[in-house]
């Protein structure tokens, strides 16, 4: 099977790769002092777990999510597209580091990429 034949999913790694995709990605965001306020109070194991399921389904290895709709899940959080731009970055990174190919990492922000509109909710005067 070639990359171009292979769900998203499969081209990763599969589930292993998605498990350490959420890990080390978790651990670049909650280290960042500009995006660590958003996740105070929160129950990462949890939210580790729906962001699991989350990539599972947008990268094609399931065929169901059944967490809240990520316009949902963000809409009290005043993020706006800095935020955003350090989330993806971090996402970018993660990939990076764990040897995903750039053609990859490229179909990874394909599908992220469109979130913006929904998860963002602020304008901050950077974003202005």
């Known amino acids: 099977m070639t990359t171009t034949d292979a769900t998203l999913f499969e081209a990763l790694g599969g589930t292993p790769a998605v498990d ?52 949902t899940a963000h809409a009290a959080l005043p993020i706006c597209h800095h935020h955003f731009d350090l989330v993806a970055g971090h996402l970018v990174a993660t990939l990076d580091e764990l040897g995903v190919s750039p053609t990859l990492i490229g179909r990874v922000v394909d599908i992220v990429a469109p979130l913006r509109a929904v998860v963002v909710s602020e304008v901050a005067p950077a974003d202005a």
């Open 20 to 71: 350490a995709t959420v890990e080390l990605f978790y651990g670049k965001v909650l280290a960042d002092p500009a995006l660590a306020p958003f996740f105070d109070g929160i129950d990462t194991r949890r939210l580790k777990a729906h962001q699991r399921a989350f990539l599972l389904v947008a990268f094609g290895g399931a065929d169901h999510y059944r967490g809240r709709d990520i316009g």
